[in-house]
């Protein structure tokens, strides 16, 4: 049995006469570029997170662009976010000029760490960047108290986290400004790429659906420099068809975390991702395989990861040889991120040396994500349990002495 990291066939045979009925009105309506269907994709969405305005754009990407120049930030500026992320979190800070700062994760929860939060504000500072990573919604409460205290804006990377929520309240709503990113994989995924900015702020959201539209507030007039960077028409049919099947999608994420929860258990040689807050949305479910035990154990053996000494990251895991003989049995699974932001090629230039974010380096040289989709069969699941409970216990003997052989 081969099992995926992620597979819309399933989907497709569900909704698959309504996705062509909805995609063949757009088509013959001759209408691709804004109309009807954007605004009541829109609406809908911005319903469903709760706030009053929802923007659609092109990308996750250009979400976080839009909206942090819809705020204001650019040259000179500081935003505050983590390394650990997808790679767009920074280059979208980097794009409007200004400059990510880095704060370490916390190797519990894989997020933010808001305990060293204050520390890395500076007077250059405008705005905080949290990232609710694998759907897993970071403390808002928190991040917008310590915002407020310090008269900074809260952009949420929502990329990962569509139907995620924090304190009952959905993810989105509660920064400034909410990032959404519909790329297929994602917990709400189009037909290609999309995103969303929400916001609560009249005006704002004014100025970001502007931006998006070649800095233009009516035709052919503009008043500042913006991006082409619409949703297509084809793209919000699509969604509309699924946005009614997210709550029960991101029901059927917790189901199958908590079965890998409960029949993984506590196993000592794999670190299980916590349970985490009720609201987490469990875009991916990503487990930690220790560091090797090292020289000692297994006699200077173990050979680092390719990217442990190209990025100078922690030596050697054991999580490259178990991805290896779960590929081996049938089972696919993916590194998210196997380098850090901040040791990029792309951001050699910001100065961070190796050892700059330990718990950020060490989590990219020891995560692993197991597959986790709404469509993955239970039979698929347990064979990822029976082939990893067959592994575990094999990660830090005969991992070490395969390497060796
Ligand atoms: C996917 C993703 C993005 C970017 O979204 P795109 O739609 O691919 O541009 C940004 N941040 C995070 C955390 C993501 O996972």
Same mark, same amino acid.
Request: charged share 15%; proline share 6%; aromatic share 8%.
């Given at each position: 049995?081969?099992?995926?990291?992620?597979?819309?066939?399933?989907?497709? #045979?569900?909704?698959?006469?309504?996705?062509?009925?909805?995609?063949?009105?757009?088509?013959?309506?001759?209408?691709?570029?804004?109309?009807?269907?954007? @605004?009541?994709?829109?609406?809908? %969405?911005?319903? +469903?997170?709760?706030?009053? %305005?929802?923007?659609?754009?092109?990308?996750?990407?250009?979400?976080?662009?839009?909206?942090?120049?819809?705020? *204001?930030?650019?040259?000179?500026?500081?935003?505050?976010?983590?390394?650990?992320?997808?790679?767009?979190?920074? /280059?979208?800070?980097?794009?409007? *000029?200004?400059?990510?700062?880095?704060?370490?994760?916390?190797?519990?929860?894989?997020?933010?760490?808001?305990? #060293?939060?204050?520390?890395?504000?500076? &007077?250059?500072?405008?705005?905080?960047?949290?990232?609710?990573?694998?759907?897993?919604?970071?403390?808002?409460?928190?991040?917008?108290?310590?915002?407020?205290?310090?008269?900074?804006?809260?952009?949420?990377?929502?990329?990962?986290?569509?139907? @995620?929520? $924090?304190?009952?309240?959905?993810?989105?709503? $509660?920064?400034?400004?909410?990032?959404?990113?519909?790329?297929?994989?994602?917990?709400?995924?189009?037909?290609?790429?999309?995103?969303?900015?929400?916001?609560?702020?009249?005006?704002?959201?004014?100025?970001?659906?502007?931006?998006?539209?070649?800095?233009?507030?009516?035709?052919?007039?503009?008043?500042?420099?913006?991006?082409?960077?619409?949703?297509?028409?084809?793209? !919000? =049919?699509?969604?509309?068809?699924?946005?009614?099947?997210?709550?029960? $999608?991101?029901?059927?994420?917790?189901?199958?975390? #908590?079965?890998?929860?409960?029949?993984?258990?506590?196993?000592?040689?794999?670190?299980?991702?916590?349970?985490?807050? @009720?609201?987490?949305?469990?875009?991916?479910?990503?487990?930690?395989?220790?560091?090797? &035990?090292?020289?000692?154990?297994?006699?200077?053996?173990?050979?680092?990861? =390719?990217?442990?000494?190209?990025?100078?990251?922690?030596?050697?895991?054991?999580?490259?040889?178990?991805?290896? /003989?779960?590929?081996?049995?049938?089972?696919?699974?993916?590194?998210?991120? &196997?380098?850090?932001?901040?040791?990029?090629? =792309?951001?050699?230039?910001?100065?961070?040396?190796?050892?700059?974010?330990?718990?950020?380096?060490?989590?990219?040289? /020891?995560?692993? +994500?197991?597959?986790? %989709?709404?469509?993955? !069969?239970?039979?698929?699941? #347990?064979?990822?349990?029976?082939?990893?409970? @067959?592994? =575990?216990?094999?990660?830090?003997?005969?991992?070490?002495?395969?390497?060796?052989?």
């Amino acid at each position: 049995m081969q099992v995926p990291p992620f597979s819309l066939t399933e989907q497709l #045979q569900h909704l698959g006469e309504e996705l062509d009925q909805a995609v063949l009105q757009v088509l013959r309506s001759g209408q691709y570029i804004g109309g009807g269907v954007i @605004a009541a994709f829109e609406s809908e %969405f911005a319903t +469903s997170v709760g706030t009053a %305005f929802a923007i659609g754009c092109n990308s996750g990407t250009d979400a976080l662009i839009l909206a942090l120049r819809g705020l *204001g930030i650019g040259p000179g500026d500081e935003v505050i976010t983590c390394s650990f992320s997808f790679f767009a979190t920074a /280059e979208a800070i980097s794009a409007v *000029g200004a400059t990510p700062v880095f704060v370490d994760v916390e190797e519990s929860s894989y997020l933010i760490d808001l305990d #060293q939060l204050e520390a890395a504000i500076t &007077p250059a500072t405008k705005a905080l960047l949290p990232v609710h990573l694998f759907g897993r919604p970071v403390d808002m409460e928190r991040v917008c108290a310590i915002a407020a205290a310090h008269g900074l804006q809260v952009v949420e990377d929502c990329a990962q986290a569509t139907g @995620a929520s $924090w304190a009952g309240r959905p993810v989105g709503s $509660w920064g400034d400004v909410g990032c959404f990113s519909f790329f297929p994989t994602k917990n709400l995924g189009g037909a290609g790429d999309g995103g969303a900015v929400t916001c609560n702020n009249p005006e704002l959201a004014a100025r970001i659906r502007e931006l998006a539209v070649h800095g233009m507030p009516r035709r052919y007039l503009h008043t500042s420099l913006g991006y082409n960077s619409r949703l297509d028409a084809i793209q !919000a =049919a699509v969604l509309r068809v699924k946005l009614p099947h997210l709550p029960s $999608w991101v029901e059927r994420r917790r189901g199958l975390a #908590q079965t890998y929860h409960q029949a993984l258990g506590s196993r000592l040689e794999i670190h299980l991702p916590e349970v985490g807050p @009720a609201g987490h949305s469990w875009n991916q479910f990503v487990v930690r395989v220790p560091r090797c &035990p090292g020289a000692s154990a297994c006699a200077g053996s173990c050979t680092p990861a =390719a990217d442990s000494a190209n990025y100078g990251l922690p030596e050697a895991s054991c999580r490259d040889w178990l991805k290896q /003989e779960l590929q081996a049995a049938g089972v696919t699974t993916i590194i998210y991120y &196997p380098i850090p932001i901040h040791r990029q090629p =792309a951001y050699a230039d910001l100065g961070y040396a190796p050892g700059s974010l330990p718990r950020t380096e060490q989590l990219c040289a /020891e995560v692993l +994500s197991l597959p986790i %989709f709404p469509e993955l !069969a239970a039979e698929q699941q #347990q064979r990822v349990i029976e082939v990893l409970s @067959a592994l =575990a216990g094999k990660v830090q003997s005969q991992a070490c002495a395969s390497v060796a052989a």
